[in-house]
């Protein structure tokens, strides 16, 4: 059965650092992998999906790396401001069209 | 912009009611999904639903139960509420079961069963 698995669960980091993300997965016969940000009390917004067969993707600030063979997906994170401060939640689907296994996040706080 | 709406951001209950939470999204999206959300548990499935009057079992479908009438709307519904069902409940859609598609959230429903 897929877990993924996200570390650390809570950072804490000053304005203008630049940080990563982690998050580990059991199976690495994935389909894709999603990055998504949760605001306390709200809803997920996505912010990146990786294919299995990409290596990365890029938003803004945001870039998230996938190695399927390791197990791993990274979400780097430059120049963080403190409003990047919220819950950060990978999730990998290994079917086409199925549901989304989480991890359970890490929760960032970015001070300034 | 997809949109997903929930129908009640906070909700109160009485153990034995029946609680309805409403899902409509406007994209013409095929599959539909309701997660919960619980401290130290991370999200969950409960059910999902493919197509119109399709419904499959998540990981947690005990005291659940789901109707898909109409290919914007999913319907989750608790039987009778009980207390450990207090948890906030999200609904999300992704187009196509065949591609590969990002899964778009709804708010969230906050419910309370007292």
Known sequence: KQEVTQIPAALSVPEGENLVLNCSFTDSAIYNLQWFR?????????????????????????????????????LYIAASQPGDSATYLCAVSNQAGTALIFGKGTTLSVSS | DVKVTQSSRYLVKRTGEKVFLECVQDMDHENMFWYRQDPGLG????????????????????????????K????????????????????????DRVKSYEQYFGPGTRLTVT
Do not use: H, W
């Open chain 2, 43 to 70: 999200l969950r499935l409960i059910y999902f639903s493919y197509d119109v009057k399709m419904k499959e079992k998540g990981d947690i479908p005990e005291g659940y139960s789901v109707s898909r009438e109409k």
């Open chain 2, 72 to 95: 914007e709307r999913f319907s989750l519904i608790l039987e009778s509420a009980s207390t450990n069902q207090t948890s906030m409940y999200l609904c999300a859609s992704r187009p």
């Open chain 1, 38 to 74: 949760q605001d306390p009390g709200k809803g997920l917004t996505s912010l990146l999906l990786i294919q299995s067969s990409q290596r990365e993707q890029t938003s803004g600030r945001l870039n998230a790396s996938l190695d399927k063979s390791s197990g791993r997906s990274t």
